[in-house]
């Protein structure tokens, strides 16, 4: 059971707004969202700072950022939820799904720019900066504005891990699971419904 029981429709209109514009129809909002709604302050701030919207990186990038985010810190709520939702959209192969869980930032089975990408999240996550050698390989591949989007998406992450984890969340039925580490499967769910789910149409 979760901490804090997540709130029961119906919702306050300006909550009840913002979660039809987010959540495919017919599919219930996510319990983080509805937890989030107890507090109508937190709930209006957290989604003010969203980084959802069309942005400097590219879907499949930021995707990367945030799995690899919550992967990190343990959050398989929010890793599994983004699995489900966008890793086939994305073109995440099975392979890829394990490995952003369980390998190393340079394994082969990511692009040169995918790899810098992911030692930054580690860095971040593990240091609290980014070494010299990984903003080296991030300014070979991206620009400004690209590394301040990748910056803030890890924080953005480390904070909705943050309330998952705290919270204890119960797993969404349709999210992905931890892959096995000795064995690499397919972690996407199967759910139609899922897949198609999230802001972003590119």
């Known amino acids: 059971m979760p ?6 429709a119906p919702y306050l209109p300006q909550i009840a707004a913002e979660l039809a514009s ?3 129809k017919g599919v219930e909002p996510l319990v983080l ?11 209006e701030k957290m989604f003010a700072g969203g980084l959802l919207d069309k942005g400097p990186l590219s879907l499949r990038q930021r995707e990367i950022v945030i799995d690899r985010t919550t ?10 939820v983004h699995i489900a939702f966008f890793a086939e959209r994305v073109a995440l192969d099975a392979e890829q799904v394990s490995a952003v869980v369980h390998g190393p930032a340079d394994a082969a089975c990511w692009t040169p720019d995918e790899q810098a990408l ?14 010299n050698a990984t903003w ?11 590394i301040l989007e990748a ?12 309330l998952c984890c705290g919270l204890e969340l119960p797993l969404e039925s349709y999210g992905a ?6 064995c690499i499967t397919s972690a996407i769910a199967p759910d139609q419904t899922a897949q198609e789910a999230g802001r972003d149409d590119r």
């Open 151 to 162: 910056i803030a998406l890890v924080g953005y992450y480390h904070t909705i891990s943050f």
């Open 3 to 8: 901490r804090i029981a997540p709130a029961e």
């Open 22 to 24: 987010i959540m495919p």
């Open 136 to 146: 080296t390989a991030l300014a070979q591949h991206f620009d400004e504005a690209q």
């Open 177 to 182: 699971r931890f892959p096995d580490p000795l």
């Open 118 to 131: 992911l030692a930054a999240v580690d860095d971040l996550v593990d240091h609290r900066t980014i070494t």
């Open 71 to 80: 992967a990190r810190l343990g959050c398989e709520y929010e890793w599994g």
């Open 33 to 43: 969202f509805r937890t989030m709604a107890k507090s109508p302050r937190v709930f």
